[in-house]
């Protein structure tokens, strides 16, 4: 099994600014029983309003204990030099700078959609976990309203640790397929979120696809963006 993570960093500690996200997912090489080979599995989110320092220690213990192969992380004004601390402490990580591809259909944020319609992206959840069942909410309440207002903070976390999974196993980085186009619109809310879902699944029998879907949805994008 792979193990990488992504860390999306808050540039703020204000009770009003986004939180410091930390996402641990694993790559299953041998399946056995409900987890197939190919899964993703979703191992850790750890997450909240976090100083520098606080910030480090944290990514310092993940590291000991989880070893991954590698983080990625955003680097953006001061976060260039919380990922410059962080290598310097013989941490691995991969600094990155989000560009176009973030909208790209192939390898931006919507491409999760792909593995989601796989079920190849596993998020535990248990009633007899509240700290996993409340992060787990959170993430897959910022993929519902996505690409509305804020691009959530485990959301993005998520995204960056598929792509460093990605550029791991196939050696290198991948870069854009496309022109940038605007993200499709998605559902403002969660009330409209769950319209939508129910919605998708009256047409369930009828053989609707989420990924063919998608690509309606970019395609009505890039005729927006000419």
Known sequence: ??????????????????????LTLGHVKYGNGEI???????????????????VATMVSRHNAVMRPIGIRVETVNFQEMMANNLEDRGIPVTAYKTGREKNDPDIGVYSLSVLL??????????NMDAYTRQNMTKLIN?????????????????????????DYMQ?????PSGPHIESPKGPANDKEAD????????????????????????????????
């Open 117 to 126: 319609s796989r079920g190849k992206l596993v998020f535990p959840y248990s």
């Open 195 to 226: 319209i939508e879902t129910a919605a998708k699944q009256d047409f369930a029998r009828g053989g609707y696809d989420p990924a063919k879907d998608l690509l309606n949805r970019v395609r009505e994008a890039e005729k927006r963006a000419k």
């Open 142 to 166: 910022e993929m519902r309203r996505y690409p509305d207002g804020h691009s959530g903070d485990s959301l993005m976390a998520l995204w960056f640790a598929v792509s460093e999974m990605r």
């Open 1 to 22: 099994d792979y193990i990488v993570s992504g860390l999306d960093l808050a540039i703020s500690q204000e009770a009003s600014a986004d939180d410091t996200a930390l």
């Open 36 to 54: 197939k080979t190919g899964d993703y599995i979703v191992l850790n989110i750890q997450r909240g309003k976090l100083r520098p320092e606080e």
């Open 171 to 175: 050696g290198g980085y991948t870069f």
